[in-house]
């Protein structure tokens, strides 16, 4: 992850992609919906999720599409715009693949990107685009000095340092 911070102090540019994966699990779909309060049945209960066509539960779309978080997090991308088309389910114990392309980068730094989400056996299940903003000059700065101090908001990669 730090490598994606590196590029980001850089500078991103248009073509440039990021790839990462998750795998989903029980807990996340409980953590999700607790903190979102999204108690739809169709995530806890498999006799609902099996009126709706589905072998078991499914996780949330928005918990799938929130993988997108971790870029931006990572790079510093402020958001002002999300866009889902959630083609196909995602059950609990699938792991997914993001790929996020930056598309273009425009006046004051704003910036629109696209996002495929497969799963394993590389069937697309979600579509993203996104638009917000990358780190200028002065962010960019301010990103080489957290990751010259050991980065020390980002826990992921405090975690992957352990």
């Keep these: 992850m730090s490598e994606w911070r590196r590029q980001a102090i850089e500078g991103l540019e248009p073509g440039m992609s990021f790839r990462f994966s998750r795998t989903f699990t029980q807990g996340d779909v409980i953590a999700f ?22 072998p078991n539960v499914i996780c949330h ?23 889902f088309q959630f083609l196909r389910p995602v059950y609990i114990g ?11 980068i425009g006046n004051r730094n704003s910036a629109v ?12 299940v979600l579509r993203a685009t996104l638009t917000g903003f990358i780190p200028g000059e002065a962010e960019r700065e301010i990103l080489a000095q957290m990751m010259a101090e050991g ?5 992921l990669q405090r975690a992957m340092n352990r």
């Design 33 to 54: 919906g607790d903190l979102t309060r999204d108690y739809n049945p169709v995530h806890y209960d498999r006799r609902f999720a099996s009126t709706k066509k589905f």
């Design 113 to 124: 990107a696209e996002a495929v989400f497969t799963n394993s056996e590389g069937v697309e």
């Design 61 to 83: 779309g928005l918990l799938v599409g929130s993988m997108i978080c971790e870029l931006g997090g990572q790079v510093g991308w402020l958001a002002s715009g999300m866009a």
């Design 151 to 155: 980065d020390p908001t980002n826990r």
């Design 94 to 104: 699938e792991t997914v693949t993001c790929e996020v392309r930056i598309r273009e």
